[in-house]
């Protein structure tokens, strides 16, 4: 049986190309809308959103505007809990920084065994700063949480619990809406990295009810550059970044910000990031994120079938992982791997997948990642298959 991506031909780096393209959990192709998209905003005429009187300006601006109640509509949250920041990465920091007058020695931050470096090293770092204390919710050999120790956790003075929404190596999600209600019940607030998630999850933020919620567009078929930032009460927090077009008054000494969450995005706005996640988004809904996550599951299973088959490799992805399989060889090392599929034209990712901690719970140190996006068909599978054939012919 083979399986035909009806949006592949969407993709000008894929369609017809000599290329397998697997590392959508890394960063997402972009369809020609959102190249069309770019390319007759410059052609339009680019301004500063909120800067001037004249038409590239106050277009720039209605962009920006429109931009974030897409971002809302598509998270299921206001468009005034929308706030665009650079990446996943920087949206974390900024509520990190956030805390860093608040926290003494006798506060603790909570993380998981599961998260990227990207929702560690902030904690880590504000930690250190602050002489807080980092715990960690350990994640078993299997790859799961023992939520036994978890209240103990929250109740030690515990400002903040920051978790993934999906593991990058494993796939699997954590029990998210547990976390919450029992941060809720401890009185802890709640940070979730959303960037392996919302591209195939359907969000709806108001009702989950986390207080923050970072994610990036290039995970959602936007160029990079793009970042988001979920916060449930935007008067609760401070920019990151001072600096233009966040002020009510400013004086030679002092400055007084303006209200609402557009105070947390200082300087001029990348505004053509957004106009890729603009249609990035407008992309996805034409198609309807629903019939992606069910292609995306169905050309998983076949994934999954055709792997199985083959000797020499172990899968250290968890069995719930829906878009992502992650594996290791006892005999070759996942750099070789990855470099031997690249030469057939495979693009996988190998390494640490900057998530040291979470491979080290399941006992490994680096390993091979195959992910898919909604372009990818049953011939990029068979290429990948193809190629780890060939892996074993060469190395062996
Ligand atoms: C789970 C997770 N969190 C955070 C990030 C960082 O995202 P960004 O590089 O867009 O900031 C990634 C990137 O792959 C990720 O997989």
Redo the contacts with the bound molecule.
């Keep these: 049986m083979s399986i035909n991506s009806p949006w592949k031909a969407d993709f000008p780096a894929l369609a017809n190309k000599p290329i397998s393209y697997l590392d959508s959990?890394?960063t997402c192709q972009v369809p020609t809308p959102v190249i069309q998209a770019l390319s007759d905003y410059l052609s339009r005429g680019h301004g500063n959103p909120g800067r001037g009187l004249y038409r590239f300006s106050e277009s720039a601006s209605a962009i920006l505007q429109t931009c974030r109640q897409k971002v809302a509509d598509f998270v299921g949250a206001n468009v005034e809990q929308i706030a665009f920041t650079k990446?996943?990465?920087?949206s974390i920091n900024l509520v990190a920084a956030n805390l860093r007058n608040r926290l003494t020695t006798k506060d603790s931050i909570l993380v998981t065994e599961m998260e990227?470096h990207?929702?560690l090293l902030p904690w880590q770092r504000l930690c250190q700063q602050t002489g807080a204390r980092l715990h960690m919710l350990p994640l078993t050999q299997q790859g799961e949480f023992d939520l036994s120790g978890l209240a103990n956790l929250l109740a030690d003075n515990c400002r903040l619990f920051a978790f993934?929404h999906?593991s990058?190596v494993l796939g699997n999600h954590p029990p998210v809406e547990d976390f919450i209600q029992q941060a809720k019940k401890a009185g802890v607030p709640t940070l979730i990295?959303g960037?392996?998630a919302v591209a195939h999850t359907r969000l709806n933020l108001s009702e989950l009810d986390c207080d923050y919620y970072a994610f990036?567009g290039?995970?959602l078929y936007a160029p990079g550059g793009s970042?988001l930032l979920y916060v449930k009460q935007p008067e609760s927090i401070e920019p990151l970044l001072l600096g233009g077009g966040i002020v009510k008054k400013t004086t030679t000494t002092n400055y007084q910000l303006s209200e609402g969450i557009t105070r947390l995005e200082a300087g001029s706005a990348n505004l053509i990031t957004l106009v890729g996640l603009s249609a990035a988004l407008d992309y996805i809904n034409k198609i309807g994120l629903e019939n992606i996550i069910e292609y995306e599951q169905r050309l998983y299973a076949d994934l999954l079938d055709k792997f199985q088959a083959l000797d020499g490799y172990q899968i250290i992805s968890h069995s719930h992982s829906k878009n992502l399989l992650s594996f290791v060889s006892a005999q070759f090392h996942c750099h070789d791997i990855a470099s031997i599929l690249s030469d057939h034209q495979v693009a996988v990712r190998a390494g640490h997948h900057?998530a040291q901690p979470c491979l080290n719970a399941i006992g490994v140190k680096h390993c091979v990642r195959a992910s898919i996006g909604l372009y990818n068909d049953s011939q990029d599978i068979n290429a990948f298959i193809g190629g780890l054939k060939e892996v074993t012919k060469i190395l062996v």
């Design positions: 959990a890394a990446s996943t990465t920087e990227h990207s929702n993934t999906g990058n990295d960037a392996q990036s290039h995970k970042g900057c």
